[in-house]
Protein backbone atom coordinates (compact mmCIF):
# COMPACT_ATOMS: atom_id res chain seq x y z
CA UNK A 1 0.00 0.00 0.00
CA UNK A 2 3.05 2.24 0.80
CA UNK A 3 4.22 1.73 -2.48
CA UNK A 4 1.07 2.84 -4.50
CA UNK A 5 1.02 5.81 -2.53
CA UNK A 6 4.22 6.67 -3.00
CA UNK A 7 3.86 6.51 -6.92
CA UNK A 8 0.79 8.59 -6.94
CA UNK A 9 2.47 10.99 -5.06
CA UNK A 10 5.59 10.67 -7.33
CA UNK A 11 2.70 10.96 -10.70
CA UNK A 12 0.91 14.21 -9.25
CA UNK A 13 3.92 15.79 -7.70
CA UNK A 14 4.19 17.33 -10.66
CA UNK A 15 0.69 18.83 -11.40
CA UNK A 16 1.51 22.18 -9.72
CA UNK A 17 4.30 22.71 -12.15
CA UNK A 18 4.46 25.03 -14.77
CA UNK A 19 3.48 22.27 -17.74
CA UNK A 20 2.36 23.59 -20.95
CA UNK A 21 0.13 21.70 -23.60
CA UNK A 22 1.10 23.38 -26.49
CA UNK A 23 3.00 26.15 -26.99
CA UNK A 24 2.97 26.90 -30.52
CA UNK A 25 5.31 27.03 -32.93
CA UNK A 26 8.55 25.08 -32.31
CA UNK A 27 6.72 22.69 -29.74
CA UNK A 28 7.61 19.12 -30.25
CA UNK A 29 5.22 16.15 -28.74
CA UNK A 30 5.25 12.11 -29.17
CA UNK A 31 2.04 10.13 -28.15
CA UNK A 32 2.66 6.37 -27.40
CA UNK A 33 -0.16 4.18 -26.36
CA UNK A 34 -2.71 1.83 -27.51
CA UNK A 35 -4.87 2.22 -30.44
CA UNK A 36 -8.56 0.63 -29.43
CA UNK A 37 -10.63 1.16 -32.77
CA UNK A 38 -10.00 2.22 -36.45
CA UNK A 39 -8.37 -0.14 -38.75
CA UNK A 40 -7.60 -2.79 -35.76
CA UNK A 41 -6.62 -2.95 -32.02
CA UNK A 42 -2.69 -2.78 -30.85
CA UNK A 43 0.11 0.14 -30.11
CA UNK A 44 0.85 3.37 -32.16
CA UNK A 45 3.34 6.08 -32.08
CA UNK A 46 3.18 9.68 -33.11
CA UNK A 47 4.97 12.46 -33.25
CA UNK A 48 3.95 16.30 -33.72
CA UNK A 49 5.99 19.46 -34.65
CA UNK A 50 4.57 23.28 -34.32
CA UNK A 51 3.91 25.25 -37.03
CA UNK A 52 2.56 28.16 -35.47
CA UNK A 53 0.31 28.69 -32.56
CA UNK A 54 -2.60 26.89 -34.21
CA UNK A 55 -1.15 24.11 -36.68
CA UNK A 56 1.09 20.86 -36.00
CA UNK A 57 2.50 18.16 -38.61
CA UNK A 58 3.61 15.21 -37.88
CA UNK A 59 3.66 11.29 -38.76
CA UNK A 60 2.47 8.47 -37.01
CA UNK A 61 2.57 4.33 -37.13
CA UNK A 62 -0.31 1.96 -35.40
CA UNK A 63 0.43 -1.86 -35.42
CA UNK A 64 -2.17 -4.07 -35.02
CA UNK A 65 -2.23 -7.24 -33.14
CA UNK A 66 -6.14 -7.90 -33.74
CA UNK A 67 -8.78 -6.69 -35.99
CA UNK A 68 -7.02 -5.27 -38.51
CA UNK A 69 -8.69 -4.06 -41.97
CA UNK A 70 -10.15 -6.77 -43.73
CA UNK A 71 -8.09 -9.61 -41.37
CA UNK A 72 -5.48 -9.15 -44.07
CA UNK A 73 -1.80 -9.80 -42.71
CA UNK A 74 -0.67 -7.24 -44.94
CA UNK A 75 -2.88 -4.59 -43.36
CA UNK A 76 -1.43 -4.60 -40.01
CA UNK A 77 0.74 -1.38 -40.18
CA UNK A 78 -1.02 1.92 -40.77
CA UNK A 79 1.67 4.31 -41.55
CA UNK A 80 0.64 8.21 -41.93
CA UNK A 81 1.28 11.84 -42.14
CA UNK A 82 -0.88 13.96 -39.66
CA UNK A 83 -2.22 17.47 -39.73
CA UNK A 84 -3.63 19.04 -35.94
CA UNK A 85 -5.44 22.19 -35.57
CA UNK A 86 -4.80 23.39 -31.66
CA UNK A 87 -7.47 24.71 -29.74
CA UNK A 88 -5.85 25.63 -26.79
CA UNK A 89 -5.73 29.35 -27.36
CA UNK A 90 -9.29 29.66 -28.75
CA UNK A 91 -10.97 27.99 -26.38
CA UNK A 92 -8.63 29.85 -23.80
CA UNK A 93 -8.07 26.32 -21.90
CA UNK A 94 -5.59 26.11 -19.09
CA UNK A 95 -1.82 25.64 -20.18
CA UNK A 96 -1.94 22.33 -19.28
CA UNK A 97 -5.12 21.28 -21.66
CA UNK A 98 -4.41 21.03 -25.03
CA UNK A 99 -7.74 20.24 -27.73
CA UNK A 100 -6.99 19.58 -31.01
CA UNK A 101 -8.97 17.96 -34.16
CA UNK A 102 -7.01 16.66 -37.11
CA UNK A 103 -6.86 14.35 -39.85
CA UNK A 104 -4.20 11.42 -40.73
CA UNK A 105 -3.64 10.25 -44.44
CA UNK A 106 -1.16 7.37 -44.95
CA UNK A 107 -0.97 3.65 -46.12
CA UNK A 108 -2.49 0.51 -44.76
CA UNK A 109 -0.81 -2.69 -46.30
CA UNK A 110 -1.16 -1.59 -49.87
CA UNK A 111 -4.53 0.70 -49.85
CA UNK A 112 -4.75 4.40 -48.77
CA UNK A 113 -5.93 4.92 -45.58
CA UNK A 114 -7.61 8.27 -44.08
CA UNK A 115 -8.87 9.17 -40.81
CA UNK A 116 -9.90 12.01 -38.23
CA UNK A 117 -9.95 12.58 -34.83
CA UNK A 118 -10.04 15.08 -32.47
CA UNK A 119 -7.32 14.75 -29.41
CA UNK A 120 -6.70 15.91 -26.09
CA UNK A 121 -3.68 16.48 -24.24
CA UNK A 122 -2.97 16.83 -20.75
CA UNK A 123 0.30 17.68 -18.72
CA UNK A 124 1.33 16.82 -15.31
CA UNK A 125 4.79 17.92 -15.68
CA UNK A 126 6.80 19.92 -18.23
CA UNK A 127 7.60 16.44 -20.13
CA UNK A 128 4.97 14.21 -19.54
CA UNK A 129 1.24 14.06 -19.72
CA UNK A 130 -1.70 12.10 -20.70
CA UNK A 131 -3.50 11.97 -24.13
CA UNK A 132 -6.51 10.49 -26.11
CA UNK A 133 -7.97 10.71 -29.57
CA UNK A 134 -11.27 9.49 -30.85
CA UNK A 135 -12.29 9.31 -34.75
CA UNK A 136 -11.99 7.15 -37.01
CA UNK A 137 -8.23 6.04 -35.79
CA UNK A 138 -8.73 6.29 -32.10
CA UNK A 139 -5.96 6.05 -29.08
CA UNK A 140 -4.69 6.50 -25.68
CA UNK A 141 -1.79 6.45 -24.15
CA UNK A 142 1.39 9.09 -22.66
CA UNK A 143 2.71 12.09 -24.27
CA UNK A 144 6.14 13.39 -23.79
CA UNK A 145 7.07 17.28 -24.26
CA UNK A 146 10.46 17.28 -26.35
Known sequence: MKKL???????????????????GKGDQKINAGLSAWGYGTGITGT?????????????????????????????????????????KDALQLPEKLDIYPGADVGVVGKNFGLGAHIGARY????????????????????????
Open 123 to 146: FFTDKIGVFAEVGNNGSLGISINL
Open 5 to 23: VFMFMLIFAGATANAQAWT
Open 47 to 87: YDYGLNKLISVGAGLNVYFDNYKDNDDKNRVFAFGRINFHL
